[in-house]
């Protein structure tokens, strides 16, 4: 706590009007390949004990965020955790201020839901678009080689930033890996980044310090009034190579009748809004499970509440500090 009043006088120094404070709600998505704690792609997957320690650090790093946003004078902070089975935090280790919002909804931003009264938004934790250089680089899933439209690579902070915007919230924020913060300040103009270095195993990362200076860098953009809702103009042709070849893009593309040559799929959008609901599609969801969404829904969550009980367990059992 000293240390993010220390971080807030320093900006009320700097003449930065705290009493006013730019956005009144921001909504946080908070991923965890971008965070402090994982280093590899086993802790980016679900039951494995490096994923567990990476959801207690996810957490650390989102609370950082969180607190320091209170302290600039935000009204209300909502996290919505973005990876996986969407069950990753814990909410215990979070201010309680902040609500978080764990596992996926139907809509009206599908997996997202109701942004609410958010005017603004952050995105924590994130990484870079498929078929690029970053730290586990992918979009939506890592099934997808690569994924470009309109001859270049879609990243999630595109899609994200553009699905939020007829909500009328631009997106102010966004940590990750180096690759990830180019892309999203190449995408959308005026977004403030901070990166975290993955070439080093997260052992080897003074999380403290890293945290502080994220909080410090959230807290500036939070005073950033400049940045505008991200709406790209249509329309949109996504060409996406599917990993496993194929027969998988057969599995995934065939039963929506999505354009396929080999691995190799197409989809057409006249907006953001539609393209990012195909490629759910393609990615996410059979057409029963569609049909049965609310059902299929609450299965998936449930298993990731599960997922949840089980890293309590895990970091009881084997802490680390
Ligand atoms: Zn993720």
């Not at 993955?198 to 807290?219: E, F, I, T, V």
């Not at 499970?289 to 609310?294: F, N, S, V, Y």
Request: proline letters at 7%.
């Amino acid at each position: 706590m000293p240390a993010i009043a220390t971080i807030v006088m320093h900006y009320q120094n700097m003449g930065f009007n705290m009493n006013a404070p730019a956005y009144r709600h921001i909504l946080i998505i908070a991923d965890i390949e971008g965070s402090s704690g994982c280093g590899s792609y086993r802790a980016s997957s679900f039951l494995t004990q490096p994923w567990a320690h990476a959801c207690a650090a996810m957490s650390r790093d989102v609370d950082a965020v969180v607190k320091v946003l209170f302290d600039a004078g935000v009204g209300r902070v909502t996290v919505k955790d973005f990876h996986r089975t969407g069950y990753n935090l814990l909410p215990e280790m979070i201010d309680r201020r902040a609500a978080v919002v764990c596992g996926y909804r139907q809509g009206p931003v599908p997996g997202l839901g109701d942004p609410d009264s958010a005017d603004g938004v952050m995105m924590l934790g994130m990484h870079a678009a498929a078929g690029t250089s970053g730290f586990l680089a992918h979009t939506l899933t890592s099934r997808l080689a690569s994924l470009k439209v309109n001859g270049r690579p879609l990243a999630e902070v595109e899609l994200f930033a553009a699905v939020l915007a007829p909500f009328g919230l631009p997106a102010i924020f966004f940590s990750g890996c180096p690759v990830a913060c180019t892309q999203a300040r190449e995408r959308i103009p005026g977004i403030h980044t901070f990166s975290i270095e993955k070439s080093m195993p997260p052992q080897a990362l003074d999380a403290d310090r890293w945290r502080r200076d994220l909080a410090r860098s959230a807290a500036k953009a939070f005073s950033n009034r400049t940045t505008q809702p991200y709406g790209p103009k249509g329309p949109f042709h996504a060409v996406i190579a599917i990993r496993d070849g194929a027969k998988a893009a057969a599995r995934m593309a065939d039963r929506w009748g999505f354009d396929r040559t080999g691995a190799r799929v197409r989809i057409d959008a006249p907006d953001m809004d539609t393209l990012y609901n195909r490629l759910i599609r393609l990615c996410y969801l059979p057409p029963l499970a569609e049909r049965t969404l609310p059902f299929s829904l609450m299965l998936f969550n449930a298993i990731g509440w599960l997922g949840l009980l089980w890293v309590r367990r895990q970091l009881k059992a084997f802490p680390r500090d």
